[in-house]
């Protein structure tokens, strides 16, 4: 049963960098089972995709996004990270990593508990 | 994008009643519906995968149904543990997009 787990800065200023990483155990990250995802909650927004990448590096962002948005990976150290450039406080919420599961499941199938951002000066 | 709409935001019921939450699609999504549960400062946790095959370990008064456009989430005999926040998800195109909850209250 794999167990994800946020970490990175709780607050984060305007216009900077919010920089996230999710720290995996109970399986190797080398595995072409699993998208590798980043996901936010807020009330404005509700459940929200950021995007996932493959154990391979290619990535795939959510469009309204994309300009802001890099997620890598590292098997070796089993983590991936997330960067969200030029942040306003519309991008404070809570972060959640997850794994997806394609094929006939087509679902985030392990969740982290999630980390609390908020943008402010 | 595909918005989900979820049915009622909020309800409350007693242990032992049957639940029925409702999601319905901007358009048509064949089966591509999940459905998660949310208790605050835990894990979402994955319950249902193409609107009705459970996860594995999910109890079976869990049920999911529907295609195209409305899906529904029962809880057949509702339990003290399944207060939490539900939420319906499509994964049938990207961006995936997830309804605004429905919280149940015992």
């Known amino acids: 049963q794999l167990h994800l787990q946020e970490s990175g800065p709780g607050l984060v200023k305007p216009s900077a960098t919010l920089s996230l990483t999710c720290t995996v155990s109970?399986?190797?990250?080398?595995?072409?089972?699993?998208?590798w995802a980043w996901l936010r909650q807020s009330p404005r927004k509700g459940l929200e995709w950021i995007g996932y990448?493959?154990?391979?590096?290619?990535?795939y962002y959510n469009t309204y996004l994309k300009s802001r948005v890099a997620i890598s990976v590292d098997t070796s150290e089993n983590q991936f990270s997330l960067k969200l450039s030029s942040v306003t406080a519309g991008d404070s919420g809570v972060y959640y990593c997850?794994?997806?599961?394609?094929?006939?499941?087509?679902?985030?199938?392990?969740w982290g508990q999630g980390r609390l951002v908020t943008v402010s000066s | 994008d595909i918005q989900m709409t979820q049915s009622p935001a909020s309800l409350s019921a007693s242990v032992g009643d049957r639940v029925i939450i409702n999601c319905r699609a901007s358009?048509?999504?064949?089966?591509?519906v999940n459905w998660f549960q949310h208790k605050p400062g835990n894990a979402p946790k994955f319950l249902i995968y193409?609107?009705?095959t459970l996860e594995s370990g999910v109890p079976s008064r869990f049920s999911g149904s529907g295609s195209g456009t409305d899906f529904t989430l029962a809880i057949s005999s509702l339990q003290p543990e399944d207060s939490a926040t539900y939420y319906c998800?499509?994964?049938?195109?990207?961006?995936?997009?997830f309804g605004l909850g429905t919280k149940v209250e015992i």
């Open positions: 998800q499509q994964s049938y195109t990207t961006p995936y997009t």
């Open positions: 990448i493959y154990y391979s590096g290619i990535t």
């Open positions: 997850a794994t997806w599961v394609g094929g006939t499941t087509r679902s985030f199938t392990s």
């Open positions: 358009q048509s999504i064949s089966n591509h």
């Open positions: 193409g609107a009705s």
């Open positions: 109970g399986g190797s990250m080398n595995t072409n089972t699993f998208y």
